[in-house]
């Protein structure tokens, strides 16, 4: 990997994403489609743009595309919305998740995929609840005459739920697959530790951006 890779990379999914929403539009598509096939075709046809290994790098690829999949969903919540609606996007979001991890983990003891270690279950079913935010957005964009309630609660589920299915797939699931074994403890109390480190970043740099926004008026100084 060359020294401009990571930077290649970024552009190149900006570019995806934008391009995307801009041909979405004007087809009247869920830009989800798009996403996917235009991921694939350079992927698979135009390596100069992905100028990483994608295997050895993965965590790059990820951090890239995290605040891209947050964006869409977390720019339509409203502090108000989160008050009126918070313990029904914890259950969709947290409880709905921890669900489905241990119905997975007890899918095991009937081997149902013959082959898959207990962790690859935990990954499997802990990444199979994070609903794709931009599809959520991109279908429900297309409908008129929604309730404004029902799409805080679709839009605040697809967040959540997949910042808590990233957390157990990485620090529980993906750990524990690759090694076979995990410590209970150490895994639940790193897993904790990311979640209140995320939540006091975010915290911090959302009102830091949100005071320094207030300094323009003008829409370059805005971007």
């Known amino acids: 990997m060359h020294s401009f890779a990571p930077e290649i990379m ?3 999914i900006l570019s995806l994403v934008v391009l995307s929403d801009m041909i979405a539009s004007r087809l009247k598509i869920p830009s989800v489609f798009l996403l996917l096939s235009g991921s694939y075709l350079i992927y698979a046809y135009f390596k100069a743009a992905v100028p990483i290994d994608m295997a050895e790098h993965f965590d790059t690829v990820i951090l890239f595309c995290i605040p891209l999949i947050f964006m869409g ?3 339509h919540l409203h502090f108000s919305d989160l008050k009126k609606h918070g313990w029904s996007i914890f259950y969709l979001a947290v409880i709905a998740v921890a669900l489905s991890i241990a119905v997975g983990a007890s899918l095991y003891y009937f081997g149902v995929f013959a082959g898959l270690s207990l962790g690859a279950y935990v990954s499997l079913f802990a990444i199979n609840m994070a609903t794709d935010a931009v599809s959520v957005q991109s279908v429900l964009s297309r409908f008129g005459g929604i309730s404004h309630d029902i799409k805080v609660l679709i839009e605040g589920e697809s967040l959540g739920n997949d910042a808590t299915a990233v957390i157990a797939f990485f620090f529980i699931g993906l750990p524990w697959m690759m090694s076979g074994y995990i410590d209970p403890v150490h895994a639940t109390t790193e897993a904790l530790r990311v979640f ?5 970043m975010g915290l911090a740099l959302g009102y830091g951006f949100y005071m320094l926004m207030k300094l ?3 829409k370059r100084g805005e971007l």
Do not use: E, H, R
Request: aromatic share 8%; hydrophobic share 55%; charged share 15%.
């Open 196 to 200: 209140a480190v995320s939540i006091g």
């Open 10 to 12: 970024l552009i190149t």
């Open 216 to 218: 323009f008026s003008d």
């Open 73 to 75: 969903d977390a720019l």
